[in-house]
Antibody
Framework: EVHLLESGGDLVQPGGSLRLSCAAS????????MSWVRQAPGKGLEWVSA????????HYADSVKGRFTISRDNSKNTLYLQMNSLRAEDTALYYC??????????WGQGTLVTVSS | QSALTQPASVSGSPGQSITISCTGT?????????VSWYQQHPGKAPKLMIY???NRPSGVSNRFSGSKSGNTASLTISGLQAEDEADYYC??????????FGTGTKVTVL
């Protein structure tokens, strides 16, 4: 069974940084692309980023390009999202998802990021 | 990348069929057969219901079906059941090699 467990969400001040992690199990992690999707409180889904199975190809939404970096460690079955220069509008529940290219397939339960002073 | 356009809400009685539309552009919905649909119950993670316009993942009821015409994709739920009450989001691959979601539709079972 596919299992994805996000962690690292926290309250952070505007301009600050945070690194999210997603521990994967139940499938061969190194064989799948992975993605991050976020959902602001009471709002819709917003695709954030995706990374290929090898980590050699990455893609970002315009809203986070240049501030967020997606990466993965296939030896640890873990996906990461480094978030810098955080803004109030980055406040959201961040989901990790196993993907087919950029399309999310199986989702975790999410980790909450709050950007506020 | 602008969000795909969905109706805010759709409702139907048990047993009826409803259809949710998802309108994009030739750079996303119209340009690729890579439209997917997700169901999200309150407080839960989204669940993939349809991928590549009309394909159902294993375990998803055949009451759910998808189609596409031009820049508009559609999700049809037939034989509406109380458990189908949820938010539904479409999503599409884009010409920028990214993914874009729809604005979301709240389905109410009357």
């Amino acid at each position: 069974e596919v299992h994805l467990l996000e962690s690292g969400g926290d309250l952070v001040q505007p301009g600050g940084s945070l690194r999210l992690s997603c521990a994967a199990s139940g499938f061969t992690f190194s064989s799948y692309a992975m993605s991050w999707v976020r959902q602001a409180p009471g709002k819709g889904l917003e695709w954030v980023s995706a990374i290929s199975d090898s980590g050699g190809s990455t893609h970002y939404a315009d809203s986070v390009k240049g501030r967020f970096t997606i990466s993965r460690d296939n030896s640890k079955n873990t996906l990461y999202l480094q978030m810098n220069s955080l803004r109030a509008e980055d406040t959201a529940l961040y989901y990790c998802a196993r993907a087919v290219t950029t399309r999310p397939e199986y989702w975790g339960q999410g980790t909450l990021v709050t950007v506020s002073s | 990348q602008s969000a795909l356009t969905q109706p805010a809400s759709v409702s139907g009685s048990p047993g009826q069929s409803i259809t949710i539309s998802c309108t994009g552009t030739s750079s996303d919905v119209g340009g690729y057969n890579y439209v997917s649909w997700y169901q999200q119950h309150p407080g839960k993670a989204p669940k993939l219901m349809i991928y590549d316009v009309s394909n159902r993942p294993s375990g998803v009821s055949n009451r759910f079906s998808g189609s596409k015409s031009g820049n508009t994709a559609s999700l049809t739920i037939s034989g509406l059941q109380a458990e189908d009450e949820a938010d539904y989001y479409c999503s599409s691959y884009t010409s920028s090699s990214t993914q874009v979601f729809g604005t979301g539709t709240k389905v109410t079972v009357l």
